[in-house]
């Protein structure tokens, strides 16, 4: 059993070790978080492309998208290009409903202008997020869903072949009722979902139990010793998923807490791969 297995990694663990840097920094508006860390891999492409949404419990206080350059390091080593996505979070200026939402939306349209010039595939994209990205990954797939009235509606977002949500805290009612503290409780939601200021139904447009089906392929992975995000939370919402006609894949890897599914040298990171690789066909 190796060391990681042994006793899981916390965010502290993962930064500590060298990363190697992106190919380019690009911005997709005009605050200076709204933008991306672009990825390429060798060769002419057209590449396919992995959008990657970091976690942080959606706050300003605790680490951004530096937490996924190490899966967005492998994922470029084995051929994919990587749109690592910053966004505005809790605590930030414009923050919270609806400019983090907004945000990841328009990082992921943002691949539309960079196609071209950095040569990737549009018609292979996968978005897949940690922890609160998870959240992000999953509610971009169901963009389509999003009613006229809402701030977050959009016209034409980018199509995406599918979701993986790693250790995701994709039910925020079901986390809002019962979940760990270890984002800040309760509080954390509504601050991310404008309640109690916002009228009406805060969770229509923002959690993606509401919006199901989704219409793509979704991949839900949780580890079995993760205290962030039980495995439970991810069990459950992938069996609304399937019951709402959504092709939905559940997986609980052994022995792996919350940040192993981010970590390319722990053994969960090979599933995690496949997934992906799996759902660029």
Known sequence: MNEAVAAPI???????????????RIAYGADPLQFGELWLPKGEGPHPVVVLVHGGCWRADLPGLELMDYAAADLRAAGKAVWNIEYRRI??????????????????????????????????????????????????????????TSPLHAAEP??????????????????????????????????????????????????????????????IVSGD????????????????AAKAGDPATVIDLPASGHFELIDPTAQAWIGVRAELDALLG
Not at 188 to 215: K, N
């Open 10 to 24: 916390g965010y502290l663990d993962l930064l500590a070790r060298e990363r190697l840097p992106a190919d380019l």
């Open 91 to 148: 605590g930030h200026a414009g923050g919270g409903y609806p400019g983090s939402f907004q945000d990841v939306a328009d990082g992921l349209d943002h691949l539309r202008a960079l196609a071209g010039p950095h040569h990737l595939d549009l018609d292979r994209v996968v978005v897949s997020g940690h922890s609160a990205g998870g959240h992000l990954a999953v509610w971009a797939l169901g963009r389509p869903r999003l009613a006229r």
């Open 158 to 219: 980018l199509k995406l072949r599918g979701a993986v949500a790693l250790a995701g805290i994709i039910d925020l009612e079901a986390y809002h009722a019962d979940g760990p503290d270890a984002c800040g409780g309760p509080g954390t939601i509504d601050a991310l979902v404008g309640a109690p200021a916002r009228a009406g139904d805060v969770y229509a447009d923002t959690s993606p139990p509401r919006l199901l089906p989704l219409g793509a392929r979704q991949v």
């Open 225 to 240: 010793l993760d205290p962030i995000v039980p495995s439970r939370f991810g069990q459950a919402y992938g069996a609304a």
